[in-house]
C-alpha cells in the first residue's frame, strides 16, 4: 500500500498505459521497482493546451536492493543519493542543472511553435485581413501585382501578429514604402550647350512639353536667362514644324529643322556655340514600331551631341503598354522621365510600380495645357498624396520626403 512507504521514497511517472509506464520502469531500473498504484489522468496537449488526452499515472518505490549494495531508507542521506543515482543514470548522466535547463529549452521550443502555429487576425482562411485590404487599395491604384506582392511579403514579414490588427499604423507604413519606391532625378550641372532630348510615342506631348521646359527657364531665371533654341527632327506629324515655330515666336526662341543625320550634325555644327541649351524636339512613334525607333536612334548618333534624353510617357498609359514602351526605348539610354497629362488620372501606380522595377527615375510631371505654369519637377510627396483611398499623413510626408 503507498501508506507503507514515506513521501520522499514514492516516485511517480506517467505512460500512455500501463504497459507503456512498465516498460519505461524496467528500462530505467530493471526488476528493482515495485508499483503501489495506478490511476488514470488527463493532461493537456496540442496547441495552445486546448485539447486534453488520458494517460495512466504510475506511483512506485525502488527497491532498498541497489547494484552494490543495500540501502537503509530510514537513513534520509542514503535515500536521497539513491534517487540522485537513478535519475542521473535515467537522464543519460546528466547533473541536475542540465536536465533543468533541458526541461527550460524544450518549454520554450514548445512556445515558438505555439507562436508559428497561432492564428493571425484573417479575414478568410489564410488570408490577412489588413494586408488583402492593402492589396485591394494597390490594386485600385492600378499598382502591378509584383509590386503589390512586394508590399504584402513586406507587410508578413516585418510586422508583428498585433500590429497587424492596427490597419492605421499599417497604412502608414505602406504609404511610406511607397514613397521610398519613388527615384526622383536629382539635379545636374551641364556644359553648354545643354543639348535636351524628348523621345517617346505619339501623342504625349513632346513639343508642348519642350516649350514649357523652356518657358519655366524664361520664368523663374528672367534676369540670367539662358540662351536657348529648338530644333525638330519631326518628319511625322502634320503642323509640327509650325507649331514649334508659334510657340517659339511666343517664347521669342529661334527654331531650326533637320531631317536627317547628316542635317543634324550641320545645324548643330552651326549652332552650338551660340546657345546655353538646346532642345531637340523627336518624331513619335507606336511603341511597336521598333524600325523607326532604330532609325530615330541613328538620326541623334551626333558627333559631340552629349544629349540629355528624357521619356516622356503620359500618367494614364496601361501598365502592359507602359512596359512595352520602356523596352523598346531602352536603346536610347534615356537618364530619366518626363510623365505628362497627370491631370487626365487620378491613378498613378502603373507609372511608380513600372519605372520602380526598371530603376528609372521621375524628372518632371506636367498637368495641364498652360505652357508657362502646368510642369514641376517631379517629387515624392505630389505622387504621394495622388494615392486614392489611402489616409495620407501630409505633415508626416512632407517631413521624410519633402525638398
Known amino acids: 500500500m503507498a501508506s507503507d512507504y514515506q513521501a520522499e521514497d514514492v516516485l511517480t511517472i506517467t505512460g500512455e498505459s500501463l504497459d507503456d509506464c512498465r516498460a519505461k520502469l524496467i528500462d530505467m531500473y530493471g526488476s528493482a521497482y515495485n508499483v503501489i498504484s495506478r490511476r488514470q489522468v488527463l493532461k493537456k496537449c496540442g496547441p495552445f493546451g486546448l485539447l486534453k488526452k488520458e494517460y495512466v499515472e504510475v506511483k512506485y518505490v525502488v527497491s532498498r536492493q541497489t547494484e552494490n549494495s543495500l540501502v537503509d531508507v530510514s537513513d534520509e542521506e542514503s535515500l536521497r ?8 543514470k535515467a537522464s543519460g548522466g546528466k547533473t541536475k542543472e542540465e536536465i533543468r535547463l533541458d526541461e527550460l529549452n524544450s518549454k520554450l521550443d514548445d512556445l515558438t511553435a ?62 511610406d514604402w511607397i514613397g521610398e519606391a519613388i527615384s526622383i532625378a536629382p539635379k545636374k550641372a551641364h556644359r553648354p550647350p545643354h543639348v535636351v532630348v524628348i523621345v517617346g510615342p505619339t501623342g504625349v506631348g513632346k513639343t508642348t512639353t519642350i516649350a514649357k521646359l523652356a518657358a519655366q527657364h524664361i520664368i523663374h531665371e528672367k534676369d540670367n536667362s539662358p540662351k536657348m533654341c529648338m530644333i525638330t527632327i519631326d518628319t511625322t506629324r502634320v503642323g509640327a514644324e509650325e507649331l514649334l515655330k508659334r510657340l517659339g515666336n511666343v517664347l521669342n526662341l529661334n527654331v531650326l529643322k533637320a531631317a536627317t543625320l547628316d542635317d543634324l550634325q550641320t545645324v548643330f555644327n552651326s549652332i552650338r556655340d551660340d546657345y546655353d541649351i538646346i532642345y531637340i524636339d523627336t518624331s513619335g512613334y507606336s511603341p511597336n514600331n521598333s524600325e523607326e525607333i532604330a532609325k530615330l536612334k541613328t ?13 516622356a510617357v503620359t500618367a494614364s498609359t496601361k501598365l502592359r503598354d507602359l512596359r512595352n514602351i520602356v523596352q523598346n526605348y531602352e536603346l536610347f539610354g534615356y537618364s530619366s522621365v518626363i510623365v505628362t ?28 495645357q498652360q505652357v508657362a505654369r502646368h510642369i514641376k519637377k517631379a517629387n515624392v510627396v505630389d505622387f504621394l498624396i495622388r494615392l486614392s483611398g489611402f489616409n495620407v499623413d501630409r505633415i508626416h510626408i512632407e517631413d521624410k520626403f519633402g525638398e
Open 81 to 88: 543519493r539513491v534517487k540522485e543515482e537513478i535519475l542521473r
Open 114 to 175: 505555439q507562436l508559428l502555429t497561432m492564428p493571425r487576425p484573417v479575414a478568410e482562411e489564410g488570408k490577412i485581413e489588413s494586408i488583402e485590404r492593402i492589396k485591394e487599395m494597390l490594386d485600385d491604384n492600378e499598382f502591378s501585382k509584383e509590386f503589390i506582392n512586394e508590399i504584402a511579403l513586406r507587410l508578413e514579414k516585418e510586422f508583428s501578429f498585433e500590429d497587424l490588427k492596427d490597419f492605421a499604423k499599417v497604412e502608414r507604413q505602406v504609404v
Open 299 to 311: 538620326t541623334l548618333g551626333v558627333e559631340n551631341l552629349r544629349p540629355d534624353i528624357f521619356l
Open 341 to 368: 497629362k497627370c491631370d487626365e488620372t487620378t491613378r498613378l501606380g502603373n507609372i511608380i510600380s513600372v519605372f520602380h522595377e526598371k530603376g528609372k527615375s521621375l524628372a518632371y510631371i506636367t498637368d495641364g
